[in-house]
């Protein structure tokens, strides 16, 4: 995060202020070109909803910057130590199509068969560990030796994610293709509690957390 762009070079009628930032993506300079202002757009919607559940309203604009360094190593211990909710994932390839070949209608794409059954999978996952876990709604974790951790587990609704495909599959000639991106957006953000997300995306957000740290 910095503080830039509209507080340095303010435009009538923006709302930046010395207390807000913008946010800096860094990607493989490699992927800058494929960065379009479509591209922009998609990445911050996808990041804008977590900004807003971090209480950071006062993140305004994504900036996307080109990696001038090789990214830091992350110890396998480092990726353990930290604790996270019940998630259920779904995991494709990155080569794994989104929509259909042909439209269904004139501009209309539907979901991939394996974007499709991606998320009927993990929905039925989720189903049945919450029925299992709904039996005792507190489940409290006790040491192997029976000695309370003073840890309870609560859950009523996992989280879940399907990771899948990549949004070049949008592209041609450098160029996005609005009626297949309007087509995705339209199905991943009609489905409820499940969080549709592409390979390039999550590379993405890994390297905005990275550069952030």
Known sequence: MRRDVGFFRPTPGDSWTEHTYAAVLTVERDLQPTCTPEMKEV??????????????????????????????????????????????????????????????????????????????QVQKTASKAQQLISRELLTRIYDDDGTPTGVELSTTRPRQVVVIGSLREFTHNSDMNPEKINSFELYRTSIQDVEIITFDELYQRACFIVEDR
């Open 43 to 120: 990445i911050w919607r996808t990041l804008e909803p977590m900004f807003s559940q971090l209480g950071r309203t006062d993140v305004q604009d994504l900036v996307i910057e080109g990696d001038r360094r090789p990214l830091p190593n992350i110890s396998p211990d480092r990726r353990t130590q930290a604790a996270a909710p019940a998630t259920f994932r779904e995991i494709k390839t990155h080569d794994t199509e989104l929509l259909a070949k042909t439209p269904y209608r004139p501009a209309v794409y539907q979901p991939s068969k394996e974007l499709g059954g991606g998320v009927a």
